[in-house]
């Protein structure tokens, strides 16, 4: 059974960073695809960031050159290192591999 838990979240100033954590169980990560999504409250869920088994990446417009995916083989881990955080940003952050994880919330405000 896949399981994957988000850590990371919390309350940043705005221009600041936050990196948030996905670690999986029941699977190897490097066997698949693996997201990023965010949901602000009142809108849709949308794809943040996405990389392949490959490796490849793929941004949404409105992260690109701020967020970046990348993932931890040996630990079994995907990671989202968040730069420049505006309050836009604000959302309730889901990793994604088939099935989702919790979610982990993340606030930016003065």
């Known amino acids: 059974q896949v399981q994957l838990v988000e850590s990371g979240g919390g309350l940043v100033q705005p221009g600041g960073s936050l990196r948030l954590s996905c670690t999986v169980s029941g699977t190897r990560i490097s066997l698949f695809a693996m997201d990023w999504y965010r949901q602000a409250p009142g809108k849709e869920r949308e794809l943040v960031a996405t990389i392949s088994r490959g490796g490849s990446t793929y941004y949404a417009d409105s992260v690109k050159g701020r967020f970046t995916i990348s993932r931890d083989g040996a630990k079994n881990t995907l990671y989202l290192q968040m730069n420049s955080l505006q309050p836009e940003d604000t959302a309730v952050y889901y990793c994604?591999?088939?099935?989702w994880g919790q979610g982990t919330q993340v606030t930016v405000s003065a």
């Open positions: 994604h591999a088939g099935v």
